[in-house]
C-alpha cells in the first residue's frame, strides 16, 4: 500500500508565500516521479508541476517562476514552494506519485489566497 499525506495548505494573503509538503508512505520504488496538481471549485484538475527522483523539474508556465518544486529522496517527500500567491492560485493541491505505471494521490490541501 502506498500513501501520501500532504500538510502546509492554508490561508494566506495576496502576494504570500506557502510550503507544501507531502510525504510518501509504504512500498515506494527507487525510480518515480511526484508532483503536484490543483482543482479549483467547478474546475478540473491541472498539473502544477513534477519532480523526477533525479530531480528533474517541469512546470505548467503560467507557474513558472512562482513556484518550485523539490524533494528529498531521503524522506520520501516532495515540496511545492508557492510564491507572490494570487487569489487565483487559491485551490485544493493534491501530491502525485506516479511509479510502476500507476498514479497514487494524496487526499489534498486546501491553500485559500485572500484579503
Known amino acids: 500500500q502506498v500513501q501520501l499525506v500532504e500538510s502546509g495548505g492554508g490561508l494566506v494573503q495576496p502576494g504570500g508565500s506557502l510550503r507544501l509538503s507531502c510525504v510518501a508512505s509504504?512500498?515506494?520504488?527507487?525510480?518515480?516521479?511526484m508532483g503536484w496538481y490543483r482543482q479549483a471549485p467547478g474546475e478540473e484538475r491541472e498539473w502544477v508541476a513534477s519532480?523526477?527522483?533525479?530531480?528533474?523539474?517541469t512546470y505548467t508556465d503560467s507557474l513558472k517562476g512562482r513556484f518550485t518544486i523539490s524533494r528529498d529522496n531521503g524522506k520520501n517527500t516532495v515540496y511545492l514552494q508557492m510564491n507572490s500567491l494570487k487569489p487565483e492560485d487559491s485551490a485544493v493541491y493534491y501530491c502525485?506519485?506516479?511509479?510502476?505505471?500507476?498514479?497514487?494521490w494524496g487526499q489534498g490541501t486546501q491553500v485559500t489566497v485572500s484579503s
Open positions: 502525485n506519485l506516479f511509479m510502476g505505471a500507476t498514479d497514487y
Open positions: 509504504g512500498s515506494i520504488f527507487t525510480i518515480n516521479d
Open positions: 519532480i523526477t527522483n533525479w530531480g528533474r523539474t
